[in-house]
Nanobody
Framework: QVQLVESGGGLVHAGGSLRLSCAASGRTFSTYVMGWFRQAPGKAREFVAAINRSGGTTNYADSVKGRFTISRDNAKNTVYLEMSSLKPEDTAVYYC?????????????????WGQGTQVTVSS
């Protein structure tokens, strides 16, 4: 497994932007599909975005398409989530996760490793 640490969360006004980072330990980062999930109070953890090993394939939840961008830098063992045009309904704890498979998947149950999460709060 890989250890993951998220950062970059905070409080932002609606319409604003944030950039989340997730740093991974170990030398095998490039062998993992990476995903971002989020969990709002009282709700289930939901898929946000994922990126394949090389960074050439991405997938997004419909609710964030056109507003969020996932990317990765394998040399830095880091995956990013650029969030723009933020809405109050984007408020949640955001988690990054690693999947040792070859394909980009949206089911949180297939992800092997998880970070501790970072809080994103969007005020109206």
């Amino acid at each position: 497994q890989v250890q993951l640490v998220e950062s970059g969360g905070g409080l932002v006004h609606a319409g604003g932007s944030l950039r989340l980072s997730c740093a991974a330990s170990g030398r095998t980062f490039s062998t993992y599909v990476m995903g971002w999930f989020r969990q709002a109070p009282g709700k289930a953890r939901e898929f946000v975005a994922a990126i394949n090993r090389s960074g050439g394939t991405t997938n997004y939840a419909d609710s964030v398409k056109g507003r969020f961008t996932i990317s990765r830098d394998n040399a830095k063992n880091t995956v990013y989530l650029e969030m723009s045009s933020l809405k109050p309904e984007d408020t949640a704890v955001y988690y990054c996760a690693a999947d040792s498979s070859y394909v980009v998947r949206t089911d949180r149950r297939v992800y092997d490793s998880w970070g501790q999460g970072t809080q994103v709060t969007v005020s109206s």
